[in-house]
């Protein structure tokens, strides 16, 4: 059974990848709510350009109206245009309160101001940028049916839940999800958006009572995201509950449920490995298999190379040092057989292993730290390209790998790459394909 | 009797004292794959990588590991006295070199001589050495 594979839109800068390593690569893209209210001729242009083929959802992002404030200011102070513009579309109380204070629940506790929340925030969806697909010079060419194309479902308001809040945002999500039921337009699909912390999947009761009451809502899907939860750093209890509450989501009548940020994982689980507790995962242009809710941002970038048979993206000098070790850079032909042979790395290795040092390449720059001027190094763009394609060509394998293969060759590629690595990682680069292994199959025996 | 020792950087500016005293062309601050090489210092067509700190050997025994991919000896320079017997054979087996600063006498010793890198991916080194003349601080 296929698994969906969908990736987030970032920047217009990465609209080409959503086309590698072909147009079909992608069941569907995600566009942030901020980017289509900032930019909807540009969001317009690129889904009729660039991913036609591909359904689109557009994430109203309503939750980021009820952190604190200085998560959507600029350096100056003033809320970012891109969320200003969005909560503009949502009507006088986003407007008034966007970098001034956090959304209560207490602020939707009046139905009617709730309805004309829901309403704004579902018409933004329907319309904002849909609407300016007919401008675009290429409408001509697609036919009235599919110039206008709208998103693949809507997702009503929504809000991210912890065990502490839970109990005052889940009402107002279910009511909000209610009305929009209620009031959907012939053929249009509602898909919830359940965003939870890490604490809130760890009980088995929790989670069957938020699968209930979200179900209940007769939405047509889900999109799910655990807070800052990366596969490959999770333990046990988190990874069981990630799969639990997605197959509790999915229900006995299947409903689609898209992981916003999986990683192999989560694709695993969406395979028979997992008795398909997604329908499919999302992940963004080498990032985005796991995000914190509230933004964190910062970091040096550094360039990382994504190990097959690891499932993991390795910094460069880690990559090196293990494959070198391993005795595999020792020449292309031994690189292709034991590591990758993708397009991407016949392109960049070639018939020259030394030419690994392109998914490395970096360039110096003097930075100011603390104790005075320092040289670091930051990768070049075309190091970042050519670690990208590599990642997108590897993750594709992926999802095909896990849609077709039977559950205990999955188990066993894990189990393969422990063996290949251990001796060069140590125990602390495969653990999580032991503990991915074991937590499948106890999940289903 | 020098005055005692507050930072990392003045361990590091006795250590590049040390080492061109004993004949090393010496350079700090030098990136190499993404983190900074406390000093790399050279001599005799040698490149020594030397991670300075002023106590704890956990970080930089992490970083040396990348180093053992360019450089010729890979050395770990720490502000103590002595060292734990296990310490002291882990490093052994590792090949790396151990300069202690000494406050006593306030001097530098060779308390484990590195061993020349067998592990050097010349690719990689080439990648460096290109951009070694380019970079860092020449001190």
């Known amino acids: 059974m296929p698994i969906e594979h969908w990736m987030m839109f970032g920047t217009f800068a990465e609209q080409k990848h959503f086309a590698y390593p072909s147009d079909s690569s992608y069941a569907g893209v995600l566009v942030n709510g901020n980017m289509a209210a900032y930019a909807p001729d540009g969001i317009a242009a690129f889904l009729m350009e660039r991913t036609r083929n591909l359904d689109y959802v557009i994430d109203p992002l309503t939750h980021a109206f009820q952190h604190d404030p200085g998560a959507v200011l600029d350096a100056e102070g003033k809320p970012k ?30 139905t009617g101001i709730l309805d004309d929340f829901v309403d704004r925030v579902l018409e933004f969806q329907r319309t904002y940028v849909s609407s300016r697909m007919s401008n675009n010079p290429n409408a001509k060419y697609l036919g009235e049916e599919n110039a206008c194309r709208g998103p693949l479902a809507l997702i009503p308001p929504y809000f991210y839940l912890t065990e502490t809040s839970l109990a005052e945002w889940l009402p107002l999500m279910k009511k909000a999800a209610e009305r929009a039921v209620v009031n959907k337009r012939n053929g249009e699909k509602l ?30 899907g889900f999109f799910l ?9 999770a333990g046990g209890p988190e990874l069981q509950g990630l799969i639990h509450l997605a197959a509790c989501l999915r229900g006995s009548d299947q409903r689609p449920v898209v992981n916003r940020h999986g990683g192999y994982f989560s694709v695993m689980a969406a395979g028979v490995a997992g008795n398909h507790a997604f329908s499919g995962v999302m992940h963004g242009p080498e990032f985005g298999e796991f995000r914190s809710v509230v933004p964190v941002g910062g970091g040096i970038p550094i360039a990382r190379f994504y190990i097959p048979q690891l499932h993991s993206r390795v910094k460069y000098r880690a990559a090196l040092r293990y494959l070198q070790r391993k005795g595999w850079l020792a020449d292309a032909s031994t690189f292709h057989s034991n590591v990758c042979d993708c397009r991407a790395c016949q392109e960049v290795i070639g018939d020259d292993a030394n030419r690994f040092t392109r998914y490395g390449e970096s360039v110096s720059k003097t930075v100011n730290r603390r104790y005075g001027p320092v040289a670091m190094e930051f990768p070049t763009p075309e ?62 025996g | 009797m020098r005055p005692a020792m507050r930072s ?29 090489v406390d000093v790399v210092a050279h001599k005799d067509d040698r490149l020594w990588f030397i991670e300075a700190k002023r106590k704890g050997l956990g970080r930089a025994l992490a970083q040396c590991k990348a180093h053992e991919l360019v450089a010729d000896y890979v050395c770990i320079a720490l502000l103590s006295s002595t060292i734990l017997d296990s310490t002291r054979e882990e490093l052994g087996r590792l090949g790396y070199g151990l300069l202690l600063y000494k406050v006593q006498d306030c001097a530098w010793h060779w308390e484990v001589e590195p061993r020349l890198n067998g592990s050097v991916w010349h690719p990689q080194r080439s990648v460096f050495e290109r951009n070694w003349t380019g970079g860092g601080n020449a001190d």
């Open chain 1, 225 to 233: 995201w655990v807070d800052n939860l990366d596969e490959n750093q």
């Open chain 1, 383 to 444: 190091t970042k390209l050519r670690c990208l394609r590599h990642y997108l060509q590897r993750k594709g394998r992926e999802y095909e790998f896990c849609g077709a293969s039977t559950k205990q060759r999955t188990l066993d590629d894990l189990e393969s790459g422990v063996a290949a690595f251990e001796s060069v990682s140590g125990r602390e680069g495969v653990d999580h394909l032991r503990l991915w292994k074991s937590v499948l199959t106890t999940e289903n």
């Open chain 1, 191 to 220: 898909y919830m958006s359940i965003v939870v912390s890490q604490g809130l999947i760890l009980g088995e009761g929790q989670r069957k009572d938020l699968a209930d009451q979200v179900r209940q809502t007769g939405c047509d």
């Open chain 1, 81 to 110: 245009k891109a969320l200003l513009a969005l909560a503009t579309e949502y009507g006088e109380l986003a407007a008034q309160i966007i970098g001034q204070r956090p959304m209560l629940p207490s602020d939707l506790a009046d």
């Open chain 2, 8 to 36: 990392e950087s003045q361990l590091v500016e006795m250590l590049v004292e040390y080492l061109k005293s004993t004949g090393f062309e010496v350079q700090t601050e030098l990136p190499n794959m993404g983190q900074s």
